[in-house]
């Protein structure tokens, strides 16, 4: 006879295995959210820490958020790409996407918006695996990933010519970046490119006799 607790754990562990980005993101930025605003201030996007050698904040300034509403407006963002396009890649791989959008989008804040003193949230790198994940979902011929890249090219373009969807600043609770979503989907991008030619090039070494 099978333990039914036994049954349950073998069940449970794939799913969480499958599902461990985004819990551990999930863990990481409620973890900082309850430790207030001190070590929010320690891990933020400062632009004149960062030129000071605090470079780490090129990272954890994504981790950091304004007030609880903006960071279960990420984490019900996160699950919605998650559950939209973690089948397209591994987890491995999505690690690489945000860690690399994260660190990009930080890096063109940096440079190209020179105004920008602060900036926290998820949002940016959620945009760059929006954009991985609706690129890969497009190469499966499904009709509804066609109308989500035009959706989010449509939110952005609105975004940079009248400025943040409304009500997203009231909720978030300040001022919404929209910079970084811009940012985020071109790292998602560029990543997207970055995969399928390391794809291509891993193929061609397994045909080759």
Not at 57 to 74: D, E, I, V
Not at 103 to 126: A, R
Not at 143 to 156: E, Q, T, V
Request: proline content about 4%; some cysteine.
């Amino acid at each position: 006879m099978v333990n039914p607790r036994a049954r349950k754990e073998s069940t449970l562990k794939p799913v969480v295995k499958r599902h461990i980005l985004p819990i551990t993101i999930a863990f990481i930025v409620t973890f900082i959210g309850l430790f207030g605003s001190d070590v929010q201030l320690w891990l933020r996007f400062d632009r004149n820490a960062i030129l000071s050698g605090e470079v780490w904040r090129l990272f954890t300034g994504h981790l950091a958020h304004l007030s609880w509403p903006h960071l279960t407006m990420n984490l019900l963002g996160l699950a919605l790409v998650w559950g939209l396009f973690d089948r397209h890649l591994p987890t491995k791989r999505w690690f690489h996407v945000m860690l690399f959008g994260g660190f990009g989008i930080s890096l063109l804040l940096l440079v190209v918006d020179s105004h920008l003193l602060y900036y926290v949230g998820l949002s940016g790198v959620l945009h760059a695996m929006f954009i991985v994940g609706c690129l890969y979902d497009l190469r499966t011929g499904r009709w509804d990933s066609k109308l989500l890249l035009l959706l989010i090219i449509g939110k952005l373009l609105w975004e940079q010519w009248y400025g943040p969807l409304p009500g997203s600043e009231k909720t978030a609770g300040g001022s919404v970046v929209v910079d970084a979503h811009l940012f985020g989907a071109l790292m998602g991008l560029i990543t997207y490119i970055i995969f399928r030619r390391a794809d291509k090039r891993s193929v061609a070494a397994h045909i080759q006799p």
